[in-house]
């Protein structure tokens, strides 16, 4: 057992924090962007997601490149490419320098995050392994909080590359500690496999391109053609790697119901999630009227709870299986987003902060579960190509979620309003907003504030449901245990 494994712990935890913060900080300064460097919607589309696009569509290359030549290195290698491009993205004068640097940065994310999962599982014993994650999890969600609170005290004070910035010094640290405490680990070493590193990048670049382009066109016909060509793509992966005989992405880890059944709950949780993320930053921002900062500390309750019942759910492990854990996490996060659907367009704050309190609870109990279902059932071997295939699950599963309740909270807020809107100002509350400070209309406000309310009420009552689906899968398919497989060996350098 390494003696060194809580400090391990501790950098793997600092490398989720910044790769957390750098997704959630750069929303905060769009505004900004926008006004400083002249930039138009379509550019700013273009800066949020070419880092998803980049980072969805690497993630289980860089997995399976991290289990051959070294997760450290392959760690170390991502943040130094994530705060290089990061200090580049700063001081960019010009919109199509920061969508590019915002690539290169989504390119580091890919090649660092799964080895911050399957360093874990290769440095801490099954006895400890529990804990560990949990500590994981809840460093994950105090991302969620950190970065928004974060981005508002920069851009109080700074200008908007500031939210770039944050990541340079973080990283060097990150870097530095890894270095310093982290053992080398790889997977006994194999052939590689082109074939299936250039099916897997074609086709999870073209999928997650028609997830974050929906929204804007619709089916058009060029989107239809990048649907084909991702299912093409990723059905010539499925079979080539059923068929090499040195695959990238063992197919055989999803004949595991456990894996499987963990997964897929995974995804039905970060697509209720997505809800949650759209929903309340602007109830927050747009009801309320909540500064950045006040908002990203609106959301404190969650990250504490969360923080607290992941200890919790870490405990109860030990007496409880993990499918019990799953299905009550899921139960609790569905009963949040009932709270959420209940809230009305005079009850403030109160009602949110418990919501945010339950759906914490509800993550702390389910999310070890889940995480240490899904790492139990991979091989050592593969544990950085497994610890990536979790992560395009939560990405996937947060894209669509986005992309789909995105459209669904549009079109409710859109009904809701009166009929005397113009059509140009229904398309979300912001813009319906900016045409009632122009008319001096307080009533249009009023009613803005409200339709949004009752969009965000259909909305979480679609997380619910996600979030009961999710519980019933999980019932269904989920066996409790830990597969106790033989594994191979993994080689630990240094």
Same mark, same amino acid.
């Given at each position: 057992?390494?003696?060194?494994?809580?400090?391990?712990?501790?950098?793997?935890?600092?490398?989720?924090?910044?790769?957390?913060?750098?997704?959630?900080?750069?929303?905060?300064?769009?505004?900004?962007?926008?006004?400083?460097?002249?930039?138009?919607?379509?550019?700013?589309?273009?800066?949020?997601?070419?880092?998803?696009?980049?980072?969805?569509?690497?993630?289980?290359?860089?997995?399976?490149?991290?289990?051959?030549?070294?997760?450290?290195?392959?760690?170390?290698?991502?943040?130094?490419?994530?705060?290089?491009?990061?200090?580049?993205?700063?001081?960019?004068?010009?919109?199509?320098?920061?969508?590019?640097?915002?690539?290169?940065?989504?390119?580091?994310?890919?090649?660092?995050?799964?080895?911050?999962?399957?360093?874990?599982?290769?440095?801490?014993?099954?006895?400890?392994?529990?804990?560990?994650?949990?500590?994981?999890?809840?460093?994950?969600?105090?991302?969620?909080?950190?970065?928004?609170?974060?981005?508002?005290?920069?851009?109080?004070?700074?200008?908007?590359?500031?939210?770039?910035?944050?990541?340079?010094? %973080? $990283?060097?640290?990150?870097?530095? &500690?890894? /270095?310093? *405490?982290? #053992?080398?680990?790889? +997977?006994? =070493?194999?052939?590689?496999?082109?074939?299936?590193?250039?099916?897997?990048?074609?086709?999870?670049?073209?999928?997650?391109?028609?997830?974050?382009?929906?929204?804007?066109?619709?089916?058009?016909?060029?989107?239809?053609?990048?649907?084909?060509?991702?299912?093409?793509?990723?059905?010539?992966?499925?079979?080539?790697?059923?068929?090499?005989?040195?695959?990238?992405?063992?197919?055989?880890?999803?004949?595991?119901?456990?894996?499987?059944?963990?997964?897929?709950?995974?995804?039905?949780?970060?697509?209720?999630?997505?809800?949650?993320?759209?929903?309340?930053?602007?109830?927050?921002?747009?009801? %309320? $009227?909540?500064?950045?900062?006040? &908002?990203? /500390?609106? *959301?404190? #309750?969650?990250?504490? +709870?969360? =923080?607290?019942?992941?200890?919790?759910?870490?405990?109860?492990?030990?007496?409880?299986?993990?499918?019990?854990?799953?299905?009550?996490?899921?139960?609790?996060?569905?009963?949040?987003?009932?709270?959420?659907?209940?809230?009305?367009?005079?009850?403030?704050?109160?009602?949110?902060?418990?919501?945010?309190?339950?759906?914490?609870?509800?993550?702390?109990?389910?999310?070890?579960?889940?995480?240490?279902?899904?790492?139990?059932?991979?091989?050592?071997?593969?544990?950085?190509?497994?610890?990536?295939?979790?992560?395009?699950?939560?990405?996937?599963?947060?894209?669509?979620?986005?992309?789909?309740?995105? $459209?669904?909270?549009?079109?409710?807020?859109?009904?809701? *309003?009166?009929?005397?809107?113009?059509?140009? =100002?229904?398309?979300?509350?912001?813009?319906?907003?900016?045409?009632?400070?122009?008319?001096?209309?307080?009533?249009?406000?009023?009613?803005?504030?409200?339709?949004?309310?009752?969009?965000?009420?259909?909305?979480?009552?679609?997380?619910?449901?996600?979030?009961?689906?999710?519980?019933?899968?999980?019932?269904?398919?989920?066996?409790?245990?830990?597969?106790?497989?033989?594994?191979?060996?993994?080689?630990?350098?240094?």
């Amino acid at each position: 057992m390494n003696p060194r494994r809580w400090w391990i712990l501790g950098v793997l935890c600092l490398t989720l924090l910044v790769l957390s913060v750098d997704s959630m900080i750069l929303n905060l300064a769009i505004p900004s962007l926008m006004r400083d460097l002249n930039a138009d919607p379509a550019d700013v589309q273009w800066v949020l997601d070419a880092y998803i696009l980049v980072f969805a569509g690497g993630l289980i290359t860089a997995g399976s490149l991290s289990d051959r030549y070294g997760r450290r290195r392959l760690l170390v290698l991502g943040l130094a490419v994530l705060g290089g491009a990061s200090l580049l993205a700063a001081f960019a004068s010009l919109p199509w320098q920061v969508v590019a640097c915002r690539a290169v940065m989504g390119l580091g994310a890919a090649l660092a995050m799964p080895s911050t999962l399957s360093i874990l599982i290769t440095v801490f014993e099954e006895e400890e392994r529990r804990k560990a994650m949990a500590a994981w999890s809840a460093v994950g969600m105090l991302g969620v909080v950190a970065g928004p609170t974060l981005g508002g005290l920069l851009l109080q004070h700074y200008w908007w590359g500031a939210a770039f910035l944050v990541n340079v010094p %973080l $990283s060097i640290a990150a870097i530095v &500690a890894a /270095l310093v *405490l982290i #053992p080398e680990s790889h +997977a006994q =070493a194999r052939p590689a496999d082109p074939i299936g590193v250039v099916l897997s990048i074609g086709g999870m670049t073209a999928l997650v391109w028609v997830i974050i382009s929906l929204p804007h066109e619709g089916w058009s016909a060029s989107l239809i053609v990048w649907l084909v060509v991702a299912a093409v793509a990723l059905t010539l992966f499925a079979v080539w790697e059923s068929k090499t005989p040195h695959p990238m992405l063992p197919l055989s880890m999803f004949r595991d119901r456990d894996f499987t059944g963990a997964s897929l709950s995974v995804v039905l949780l970060m697509f209720a999630t997505g809800a949650l993320e759209l929903g309340l930053t602007q109830y927050l921002q747009f009801v %309320l $009227s909540y500064g950045p900062m006040k &908002a990203g /500390l609106a *959301l404190v #309750p969650m990250a504490v +709870a969360a =923080a607290g019942f992941n200890v919790v759910g870490a405990t109860l492990g030990k007496r409880l299986s993990d499918k019990t854990l799953l299905v009550a996490g899921l139960l609790v996060i569905g009963a949040a987003f009932g709270i959420l659907a209940t809230v009305g367009p005079g009850d403030g704050y109160p009602p949110v902060a418990l919501a945010l309190v339950v759906i914490g609870i509800g993550s702390g109990l389910g999310g070890p579960a889940a995480y240490t279902m899904l790492m139990g059932a991979i091989p050592r071997e593969h544990a950085g190509v497994g610890s990536a295939v979790n992560d395009t699950i939560q990405q996937a599963g947060l894209a669509v979620g986005v992309a789909v309740l995105g $459209s669904v909270l549009s079109a409710a807020y859109s009904g809701a *309003l009166p009929a005397t809107v113009p059509e140009e =100002a229904r398309t979300s509350i912001a813009h319906t907003l900016e045409l009632a400070a122009t008319r001096g209309s307080a009533e249009l406000a009023d009613a803005a504030r409200e339709a949004f309310v009752s969009a965000m009420s259909v909305v979480s009552i679609a997380g619910l449901l996600l979030s009961i689906a999710g519980t019933i899968f999980a019932l269904v398919v989920v066996r409790g245990r830990t597969p106790a497989a033989d594994r191979p060996k993994v080689d630990i350098i240094g």
